[in-house]
Structures are given as structure tokens and as C-alpha cells.
């Protein structure tokens, strides 16, 4: 059992393989946070707290006279606004008479054996071999208005603390939640560092560690998806904290929408770290008897730097957040249209495309965008999903039976969540896009937002999705959505419920993807916003992989990679080799070179084939058939960053390499190359130390090559790339 019980002391200690996190309803009820860390024995960690007399550091009226008793300074499992914490609260309710003022004390606690999940929403799930438990902590406001329960998902072998929150409304009178984070965690000190993931449309997830002093440090988004600009993932760890050492605490959301995260120091040098929806674009009314669900956020700790972190993550969330045949199933190489011939095609020229990647070895051919409607630019048709047999010249099933007859799959492009005003759609429903009445929608990419909240127009969309998809032999789709949304009001909604809209937006999203997956098991989504704007582990639940970013320069996808790493696994970032010079930055790097990076990733191809040398094509295949060879290895395998590319200019280099240390991968670009400079060499990680590897016919020992390195290998020429295949010897 991962959850140990004192009842004697209302002490709670959830406990996996190797980290620990303990709380403790005090004599007064409040739950005070007592640690989260490396696994130690179990104590009671409350000895930790002081408590002293603060000025202005008010005092519960049932604490009598001790002044030394203070919310405002005690750590606390969920802090309520109007309690005497003026910290940053988790909670904020309006109670049917206006006030805000809530003080929750514990009442009782359940613990279920399993994970518990939570419908609707996506959540971190076991299998067979997950050893989970859940704890839920029941809470109650002291005026008897508002039951609060905390759930603690603990996966033990994945040394994961999941959260979650659900609140009810136990009075008589109408209530407004307008803040419900799904996780705060208060830590006694000061002195952390906070990593956090920014970026912007085609250049996502940059990583900036900033020290944490007092006052706060937030990302988020209101922008309705979880954003190009910050990720709903960071890092807390202490300033030693590096890639292979120190503490670290990750905290992720798995919410696709609006999100808030923030670490704060205050006035005694303690630390809280809140992370949930955002509260900007959220107010939830509550009738009498009525319930809230918050999303899960996902914590792990690490006291082997960012590196243990970012593998435990990757694990948990390869194996236990995505779903579906793809999870397991081997994923085909791919070939998409989108930056090989943009909108400028016909069915011919998609069979030809197709031929001449079949030949090469890609196994899925992917439709992009401009295939339904009247779709000719990104002006018009979104709404529209019926194919555009005119400009193919033949049907979708047609297509698709000509596709398949080379042996390969066949995949489309759909953005169900967005309408151009030139489309039949629009002028039948106008009143489905998200607008604020009175005032006309912003546009963005030329495009408007459908109302998903309202399940009349996911049923709509839905059933246009399925003539489409049951019409034709269908593999792959992928969803992508290329906007930020605006002008959230929604028309069947009365005002008191307006401030739900953008959280039942993404609660509507979750409901179609849903749906599609049951609906067609055999098909995979992946997961799309002009690029990474919703690249995050709500979104992983229903989509397995998600294009990473619009950008394909392989040299800048190495930062936009490398950052991605730290939160998600490898087997879901969506990576192609495009066309030089480069679409987005005139960039020229070798083909080898984007196929390096590109097997960083999903691994496929988004070029016209057509245009290639014959040299060009005979290195694909070779491309290929290697990526084939090392699938296991890079999919499934650890995940090692061994240089960062922001600080590291010469040349950066990660490495997969196999759990049971049987082979290792390790890739490598030259960045910037200076003439008669320095050598480079590369230290790996994750060998058997005692054992014996061979290398392109030479023999290194793990322990060498951990402890050593291995010289990168010249002539070193700018943007050359360096993949190095090290398997262990069998008699080792
Ligand atoms: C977005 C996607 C691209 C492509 C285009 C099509 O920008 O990220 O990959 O699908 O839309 O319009």
C-alpha cells in the first residue's frame, strides 16, 4: 500500500519507490502540507514547522489566544481565499450572499485501491504493472457551505503524485467557484529556481530558469488552448540543480486549455508553488447539491537533477497517459503535403507524391490541408468537411484506394474546432462561432472559433467528420487548430454561466477526441496548433503524438526539441525532414542532418519528393530503413540531453539509450564551427559500466565511455551531424 495511515496523529504519507510526500490534519483540522522530497523512513515531519508570533499574521478565532498560530505563515495542503492565508489561495468561492471568506478543516478521508479517474477529462492512468493507490481528503468550509475533497492519485513505480480537486456545493444557496487550482504544494524555504518553458508561434517551449525571490513568478494562458507562449509544465528545483544532480519537483497539467501556474516566496522565505486553470476566464456556478471536477496536475520529484525527472516523465506519460493502439503499435514514417505543395494540388499530383515516397520506403502519406470545401488558401471553408472532388479529381475512397494500392496508408488534415466566414456552415449558423453580442469577433488567420461548448455543433462537426472518415480507408488524422481563441460568450448560456464557456470549451474538445478514438480505434490522431500551441499531456491522453512545432529548420527544432524534452517523451513529438533552404528561416543544413533530428522524434518527411536528386532519394531510404532499426531504441528507450544547445554553441548531442543498457544511441550536430578549433568529446550515460560495447568495429568500455567520452568524430563542417550506434557484447 503506497498510502500510510497514522490515525492516531491525522497523519497521511503517500509513498512511492523513491520519493515521499506527507500532510497532516492538525489539532484545529486545517491540513498542513509536511513534505514532499526523497523517500525517507516515515516520520512525522511536522516537527519542521515553527510557529511563532508574526506581526499582522492574524489567528483563527478558535485558537483562543495563541498567537503564534497563523494561516498566513503555516504550510497548507489547499490554501482558501479569505481564510487569513493572504497568500496565493488555490480556492476562491462567492458564496450566494457575496462574501468570500473560506476556511476549510478536514472531515474524514477515503482511500480507493487503484488510480481513480475522471470522466471527462484526461488523467494518468494504471496498467497491469502500476502500482497505485488513491487517497481523497475530505475538507469542509467551517459555515458548512462548501465541501472540498483533495485526490491524490500515488503511482507508486512511477514515482508520481497525481492531484486533483473536486469541490461541492453542500448549502442551500447558489455558489460561484472563481478559482479552483488543481495543486499547491508549500515548501518551508526559500532558495529555489524556477524553470519554466516559453516561446511563440513556431519557436516553442525555450527553457528560462529564473531564481524565485519574493513576490511571484507565473505563466499561463488565457488564450483558451495551453499556448505556443508558456507550457503547462515547470520545474522547481534548488539553485544546485543540474542536469544530472540535485532536487527537483515537476508539476504538470494535463489541461489543453486556460492554465495558471506561479511560485511565490513570502515574507518568512517560504515558497508555494499553485497550478491549475486560470482564473482570468473561469467562474463556475455551483446550484445547491451541484459538483465541480478540477483537471489532474501530475508532480514528480527528482534528486537526480532535471535528467531523472524529464525519464520519469517520459515513462509515466508513454506508458501510462497515452492510449490506444498507437501506444504500443510500431507508428508508420510518414510523408505530409503540407510544406511539399501547401494548397496546390490536385489528386494526381498527391498519387504521384505518394509513389515516389513508397518507393523510398514512407509508409503513410498524409492529405494536408486544402481538401474539402472550396479550400484553395486559408481564406475560406473551415466548417465546410466535404471533399473537394473537383479539385482532386475523384473521390476520397478513390484517393485513398490508390494511396493504399503502393502499399502505403492514407491520413487527412481536419481543424474541426474553427469556421472562415466564407463557408456554407457560417452562413447557415453564424451564431456558432464564439462571439460577444454586440461587438464582431476577433479574426485571426482569417478564421473564427465554433461554439464547442454547445454539443449541437460537436454533433454537427462530428457527423460531418464521420461521412468523411467513414467514406474512405482512413489511418491517420491529423487535428490541428490555428488560432487563439477570443470573444468567449456563449449563446445558450445565461450570463451566470458565462465564465464557464472556456473551461466547457476544452471539456467539449476532450468530448469529440473521445469520441473519435472509440469510434475508430485503428485510426491515430495527431495532435496539432499551428505546431506546438497545445502541446501538453491533456491533449497526450487522446492524441499520442503532437506536431511539435511549425518550424522544421533542423537547427532551430534542436532548441524547440530539447525543450520539449524535459516535459514529454520523445514518442510524442511530431518531427519531419523538410526541403532546403527552409521554409521559415532560408536556413540550408544537410539532409542528414534533418533526418538526425527528425529521429529525435515521430520521424517523417514534408517535402515533394518529386523535386529530389537521385542521391537525395537513395539517402532517404537509408534514412529510413535506419530509423526502422533503432524505433525500439528511441521510442522506449532513456532519453539523455548531454549538451544544451543554448549554452552549449559548439556542438549539442542527446542520447537514447536501451533500459537494460544493451545499446545506446547518440546523436550529435556541429553548431558553430571554428577553424583549427578544439576537439569535442561526448561522456554517455545509462551503460553497464562493466560491460563492453562496439562501435563502428571498435570495442569501449561502459564505463570509459561514461566516465571518458568518446571523441566526436571530424571533419567537423557547420550543422554536420554524428549518429553513433553502441551495442553491448554479447558475452559481456
Ligand atoms: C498549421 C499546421 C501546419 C499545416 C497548416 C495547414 O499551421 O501546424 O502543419 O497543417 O496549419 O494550414
Redesign the pocket.
Known sequence: MAILLNEEKNLFTLLTDHTMYQMKADEWGVLLHTYYGKRTAVCDYSYLISYENHGFSGNPYEVGDDRAYSLDTLPQEYPSYGSGDYRESALKVRFGDGTTACELRYEGYEIQKGKYGLPGLPAVYAEADTKADTLIMHLKDITGQVRVSLIYGVLENLDMITRSVKVENIGERPLTLERVLSTSVDFLQDGYDMQTFYGRHAKERIPQRMPLGHGMQVVGSTRGTSSHQFNPFFILCEERAGEEQGSCYGFSFLYSGDFYGAASVDQMDQTRVVLGIHPDNFGWLLEAGESFQAPEAAMIYSDGGFGLLSRRYHKAYRNNLCRGKFKKARRPVLLNS?EGVYFDFNGDKLVQMAKEAAELGVELFVM??GWFGKRES?TSSLGDWTVNEEKLGCTLAELSEKIHELGMQFGI?FEPECISEESALYREHPDWALQVPGKRPGRSRYQLVLDFSRADVRDHIYAQMCEVLDYAQIEYL?W?F?RSISDIYSAVLPASRQGEVAHRYVLGLYDLLERLNSRYPDMMIEG?S??GGRFDAGMLYYTPQI?CS?DTDAIERLTIQYGTSFGYPVSAVGSHVSKCPNEQTGRMTPLETRATVAMAGTFGYELDVNQMAPEEKEAVKGQIQEFRKYYDLIQDGDYYRLTDPMHNKGLHAWEFAAEDGSEALVCAVALQIHPNGPGFWLKLRGLDADAWYEMDGKRYLGAALMEGGIPVPGPRVEYESFRMHFIREKNA
Open positions: 503540407w494536408d490541408d486559408d488534415w491529423k490541428d490555428n496539432c499551428g505546431g506536431w511549425d
